[in-house]
């Protein structure tokens, strides 16, 4: 790949764990009286926590960011959403993004780039 295209890697991933976990919740919803309960994978045709369009790195050859999600091109300019992520964990990434952004704005303040 020469980088001009954006491309979904998507494999499905702890499929025992996960049909595992819906048979046991099935149980339980049944016994507090639900007499139905659907569940639906999702699959390549609804994609959720897209990442990695901006990639953070050491290197300006191989990446757009540093560490601090900092553009290697332009000094002024900050990337903190999931696009600085190299991929996606297959979880929701608010959490680490939140993280990232916390990080980043101390290191903003710190530096006195504010």
Do not use: E
Not at 64 to 72: E, G, K, Q, V, Y
Request: aromatic share 8%.
């Amino acid at each position: 790949m020469d980088g001009s295209d954006i491309v979904l890697d998507w494999r499905r991933t702890n499929a025992t764990g996960h049909a595992k976990l819906v048979a046991k919740m099935r149980k339980v919803l049944r016994a507090a009286g639900y007499p139905i309960v659907l569940a639906r994978p999702f699959d390549r045709r609804t994609p959720s926590h897209q990442c990695g369009t901006v990639r953070m790195g050491n290197d300006p050859a191989s990446s757009a960011l540093d560490t601090f999600c900092r553009a290697h091109d332009y000094p002024n300019l900050f990337v903190v959403d999931a696009a600085f992520l190299p991929t996606s964990a297959a979880v929701n990434p608010a959490l680490t993004i939140a993280a990232q952004a916390l990080r980043v704005a101390d290191h903003i303040v710190s530096a006195r780039f504010a």
